[in-house]
């Protein structure tokens, strides 16, 4: 079952519900912010603003806070992942280690900040957030497709 508003993709409704139950069965406790929202992200695989506003209703802190803490991570997706995108990164140590020769390899990839694996430098992720570390340019063009 999916649920559309207005405003939002529309989301799996039992998966924001299994999303919900990872959040309640969290304290209701400031500290559990980032834990809350990687339920809801485990579950949806992107967080929605009705996921958002359930974290931020669960653990009692304010809408923009909880807001704040999703751009603060790169791996938290405030939109729905797009099938059989990759994505590269191209923080510093992933520049230096080839990721341009990875968007060359894979044209249709897109880029993300640091993944905070950078000793594994050059990653690349997958539509379903699978992270793949020490890529080549022929692994990255094997594994997409391209
Ligand atoms: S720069 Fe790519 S993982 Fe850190």
Do not use: K, N
């Not at 209703?57 to 807001?67: A, F, G, M, N």
């Amino acid at each position: 079952m999916r649920l559309m508003t207005e405003d939002t993709p529309p989301f799996d409704l039992d998966a924001m519900q299994d999303g919900m139950s990872g959040v309640d069965a969290l304290p209701r406790d400031r500290e559990q912010l980032l834990p809350a929202l990687q339920a809801m992200h485990d579950a949806l695989h992107w967080l929605p603003r009705e996921a958002i506003s359930y974290v931020a209703s669960h653990i009692r802190v304010p809408l923009s806070e909880v807001y704040a803490t999703t751009t603060a991570y790169s791996e938290l997706r405030l939109e729905p992942p797009v099938p059989g995108q990759w994505h590269v990164c191209t923080g510093v140590a992933c520049d230096l280690a080839g990721a341009d020769a990875l968007l060359e390899a894979a044209p249709t990839a897109a880029r993300i900040d640091c993944q905070f694996l950078c000793a594994l430098a050059p990653v690349v992720t997958d539509e379903h957030e699978r992270l793949f570390g020490r890529v080549t340019a022929d692994e990255l063009r094997e594994r997409a497709g391209a």
